[in-house]
Nanobody
Framework: QVQLLESGEKLVQAGGSLRLSCAASIRTFSIYDMGWFRQAPGKEREFVAAIVRSGGNTYYADSVKGRFTISRDNAKNTLYLQMNSLKPEDTAVYYC??????????????????WGQGTQVTVSS
C-alpha cells in the first residue's frame, strides 16, 4: 500500500512564499511520475504541476508558471512544491499524487494511482 503524506496546513499573506512537501512510503519512489493538484471550494480539482520519475522534465499549469517550482528527491522519497508570489486565488487544498503509467497526460487526475490526504493552503489579501 502506497501512502503519500503532505506537509501541514499553511497560512501566508499575498506575495509571500511557501514550500509544500510530500513524503512517500514507497520503496521505489523513482518509478512514479508525481504531480501536485489543488481544489478550491466549489471547484473541481485542477492540475498544478508535475515532474517525471527522473526529475528531468517538469510541467506547469499556466496559472502558476513562473511562480511555482516542482522538484523531487528520490533518495528521500519526497516531492516538493515551492510556491512564490502567492495570490489569494491560490487558496485551496493541495494534493500530491503519483502515477506509474507513462501516459503523458500529467494534467489528468484519472491517470494517477495514489493520492495524499491534502493540505490546506490559505493566502490572505
Amino acid at each position: 500500500q502506497v501512502q503519500l503524506l503532505e506537509s501541514g496546513e499553511k497560512l501566508v499573506q499575498a506575495g509571500g512564499s511557501l514550500r509544500l512537501s510530500c513524503a512517500a512510503s514507497i520503496r521505489t519512489f523513482s518509478i512514479y511520475d508525481m504531480g501536485w493538484f489543488r481544489q478550491a471550494p466549489g471547484k473541481e480539482r485542477e492540475f498544478v504541476a508535475a515532474i517525471v520519475r527522473s526529475g528531468g522534465n517538469t510541467y506547469y499549469a499556466d496559472s502558476v508558471k513562473g511562480r511555482f517550482t516542482i522538484s523531487r528527491d528520490n533518495a528521500k522519497n519526497t516531492l516538493y512544491l515551492q510556491m512564490n508570489s502567492l495570490k489569494p486565488e491560490d487558496t485551496a487544498v493541495y494534493y500530491c499524487a503519483g502515477k506509474e503509467t507513462r501516459s503523458g497526460r500529467y494534467w489528468y487526475t484519472g491517470d494517477y494511482d495514489y493520492w495524499g490526504q491534502g493540505t490546506q493552503v490559505t493566502v490572505s489579501s
